[in-house]
């Protein structure tokens, strides 16, 4: 479906978007690959991309653990078994 659209037209004059692009793909499509293939999308002035600051910003540090502690303790039979304790075992609350 061949576009009216000056932007389309012009870009796939100057061969930024295929003939099979312009007949298949919708305009709204269409102006994506262009803006994506000038470079005029993305962000803005001033702005930087989110995945390219969490590069090279420090490491947040975590921030201390506050509030109820609770560990379980195994008792009986499953004090000399491996593994977590089952549930309904005894539980120590630590602050």
């Not at 090279?56 to 977590?84: D, F, H, N, T």
Request: proline letters at 6%; aromatic letters at 4%; zero cysteines.
């Amino acid at each position: 479906m061949p576009s009216r659209d000056p932007k389309i037209v012009k870009a796939y004059k100057d061969g930024l978007i295929t003939k099979g692009q312009y007949d298949k793909l919708g305009e709204g499509m269409l102006l994506g690959i262009i803006k994506k293939k000038t470079g005029k999308g993305g962000t803005k002035k001033g702005e930087v991309r989110k995945t390219a600051r969490r590069a090279y910003e420090p490491k947040a540090k975590p921030k201390p653990k506050s509030g109820v502690k609770e560990v379980r303790k195994k008792i009986g039979k499953e004090k000399g078994k491996a593994g977590r304790p089952r549930a309904g075992t005894k539980v120590k609350v630590e602050k």
